[in-house]
Structures are given as C-alpha cells and as structure tokens.
C-alpha cells in the first residue's frame, strides 16, 4: 500500500485506529475512556483545565503497576514525565518555588 493510501486509509478510520490503541496501550476501550473523561468533567485531573479542542487528554497511568491514575492535559502529563512520577522530587520542586517566591516579595518589598 503507498504512503498516500496508508494516510487516506488512517484518515477515515481515526477512531478505529484509537480504539485500538487506547486498548493495546492502556488495555481501555474508546467507551471507557469517554466514560473516564465524563467523570472528571472533560478537565485535567492535576489543572482542572477543560480539554482543548480537538485534542485528547492523555491517559496518565503508574509505570510501575500499568494502572491507570487519571486523565492529564499534556502540560501536566509532561510535566509528571520530567519528574519520573517521583514525590519527593515534587515536593523539593514546590518548596523550591515557595521560597524563591517569598524572597522575590521580600526584595520586591524592600525596594519599595
């Protein structure tokens, strides 16, 4: 089959295509996906942002166990990615913001 046939054959079979990688990859279905994205209200489970149109929340899952956790807008499923799911460097991650931004305030209140 050439290229060009290969991508009109994707094309007007999308959803079939992820149906069945939604199960080979996560072991879900289409209809348990929507389901999951009915639950959390269409929105990323760590933001609460709305999903972006046309584009798909991921599906977020342990990489120790396969399960799965939740549904994530890119940013947040990135973000889990860099962190290599580890709590305690999320947590170095916040104290690091939280006290560089009171010593912003406090510089920002001293020039004042």
């Known amino acids: 089959m050439s290229r060009l ?3 009109s054959y994707y094309n007007k079979n999308k959803a079939r ?3 069945r990688m939604l199960r080979n990859i996560h072991g879900i279905t289409e209809l348990e996906y929507q ?4 639950g959390q209200g269409y929105r990323c ?3 609460d942002k709305p999903a972006e149109v046309g584009k798909n929340l991921a599906v977020d899952h342990c990489h120790l166990t396969g399960f ?3 549904l994530l807008c890119t940013n947040c499923n ?3 990615g860099h962190f290599r799911d580890s709590t305690e460097s999320l947590h170095k991650a ?3 913001i939280e006290t560089n931004r009171s010593m912003v305030i406090k510089l920002i209140e001293g020039i004042k």
């Open 5 to 7: 046939r290969k991508i």
């Open 35 to 38: 389901a999951m994205l009915h």
């Open 78 to 80: 990135q973000a889990l």
């Open 45 to 47: 489970a760590i933001c």
């Open 17 to 19: 295509y992820r149906d």
């Open 94 to 96: 916040i104290t690091y």
């Open 68 to 70: 799965i956790r939740g």
